[in-house]
């Protein structure tokens, strides 16, 4: 999940509900896909959209501000 210099960005309307994966297994990066759950790694992040918006999830992880991107690819 964390092999590329590039933030993902993920798209999501009002009161959608989306599930950041947070322990790196996904095949659906940035999206958690459940694989926590045969390794017992960290729970996904929920994220309940306030408005219309577009996430935008480190790819590369180096961001001090985990799952977001904060540009560290950049440096």
């Known amino acids: 999940m964390y092999n590329q ?7 999501i309307k009002k009161d959608d ?3 950041i994966c ?3 297994k996904t095949s659906k990066a940035p999206l958690c896909d459940g694989s926590h759950k ?3 790694g ?14 935008v ?3 590369c992880g180096k961001s001090t ?6 540009g560290s690819h950049n440096k």
Request: proline share 8%; net charge positive.
């Open 38 to 40: 045969k390794t017992g």
């Open 17 to 19: 509900k989306v599930y």
């Open 65 to 70: 501000n985990m799952p977001w991107c904060d």
């Open 57 to 59: 999830v480190c790819g």
């Open 42 to 55: 960290i729970r996904p992040l929920v994220h309940t959209a306030q408005k219309d918006e577009t996430l």
């Open 22 to 24: 947070q322990c790196g």
């Open 5 to 11: 210099q590039f933030p993902y960005t993920v798209s």
